[in-house]
């Protein structure tokens, strides 16, 4: 019976039928595209923080002044990486969109 039950959520959840309402998709591609723009963004930016870390390290400044650079760059990198992973996990999504224009 509880089997029964969970099995009929996870139908409730499945792509398809949300796949047919077109507002469900429109978002979940908006936040796609949205990952897939600030993942490299947030990347870049990590790697100009993290240059700057180094270089404030490399002129002797005080060690609380490149640590802010250092944990804001990583940060920025782990964030970004988080969002790239996500865009990829979510690229079916894109297809969906190709396919039903």
Avoid at 69 to 91: D, E, H, I
């Amino acid at each position: 019976m509880h089997h029964e039950h969970h099995h009929r959520m996870i139908e409730q959840r499945s792509p398809a039928s949300s796949f047919y309402d077109p507002r469900f998709r429109d978002e979940s591609l908006v936040g796609w595209l949205g990952f897939l723009v600030l993942g490299p963004a947030l990347l870049l930016f990590g790697t100009a923080l993290g240059w700057e870390a180094l270089v404030q390290y490399r002129a002797d400044k005080p060690p609380a002044r490149w640590a802010v650079f250092g944990s804001l760059a990583l940060s920025a990198v782990a964030t970004g990486a988080a969002f790239l992973f996500k865009a990829l996990q979510n690229r079916h999504l894109f297809k969906q969109f190709i396919e039903t224009e």
